[in-house]
């Protein structure tokens, strides 16, 4: 199949430079009107007015694509850089009981909380794993989405964390999972301390960060990541360290739950073991920001995730303001966010953390992508960029995001070719 395609009769080509894209800067895209964009072997290789096309010095291909936008807006393919899309079971008992005014406390005593999604997880197969997930991905595929993080963290033993990896490694592999998105994992067994360990969380953490398991991680290359939910109720600052720094030594790069319900250290330890992100960042303070900024992690910020629980945003503007790179994610999982489309979650950003469109855009694509350390291929509208793009149908991306109730995609582009088309 060919990775040669010109798009044309684009209405507006926001020019999203690639990331990190410092806060002050994220509200400074370029926008090309009537415009056209050239994809030669999966990369973009011209851009530009569409009048300028006949002098771009660009060479035809004999049996290239090519798409017409109808005047729609073209944007960089959309990046969910924080999610937890392999699970299994449901918790909207627990969905309504929040509603009714029952506590986290109450909730986990009446037999709710993240164990009724390690149960059934634990219970699952691989293959159910598998079979869970990819209607999931194929909606979000759909949506916009080219390239979405997922952690494991529900399994919480040894052997279920590897399945919850091997899944994800099975859904990442064109030839069985989600073909066409480019999926990336995180090893995440410090997300909480299971029942079988109660009280006894540096024992739990001694079996799942136990270095043969962590060779076999790096060994067959089931994660790039590892995170940590550092906070009162999970790990200490001192145990979320001795864990990232061990994961770090095979090959992981840190990443961490940080300041989401309560303030301990956690953006102030993002920056000194050099995370690629700190995220939540609910209780972010000036100590945080300032170690964060040191050290160019990414503020990765999940507005859905509040919405979901009814409770309050985190800082964006603080954030934006202090000139650290802001990106957006899901955090879709059953329990706190059951919201997998990136697109809402965009246009809650904007109306409940009151960062502008072209700051969102920025946040779900290059800086989404530096969270992932992959800033220098995907997210951005650049020459040599890997050509992963959405066309939508609406003229501009400001009314994509006026319109959160609606999907405005209409063609989905992964390096130059169309696998989406609504
Ligand atoms: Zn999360």
Redesign the pocket.
Known sequence: LSHDLTIRNIGELPVVPPGPVPGRRMRDVPLIPHAALVVRDGRIAWFGPEADLPRSGIAPVADEAVCDAAGGCVIPGLIDC???TVFAGSREREFVQRIEGRSYAEIAESGGGIRVTVDAVRAATLDQLVALARPRLARMLRGGVTTVEI?S?YGLSVEAELKMLQAIRRLADAATGAADMEIVATY?AAHTTPREFADRPDNYLATVFDEAVLARIRDEKLAEFC?V?TERTAFNVAQSRRVLLAAQRFGMTPKL?ADQITQIGASRLAGEVAAASA??LEHIDDAGIAAMKQSGAVAVL?PA?SFFLGVAQAPARRMLDADLPVAVAT?Y?PG??MVESLPLTMAIACTQMRMTPTEVLVAATANAAAALRRADRLGAIAVGHQADLVVLDVPGHTRWLYEPGRSCVRTVIKRGRIVSEA
Request: proline share 0%.
């Open positions: 924080h999610t937890h952690k963290g995440l995170d939910f739950h995220d939540h999940l995730c955090d999982n706190s966010s």
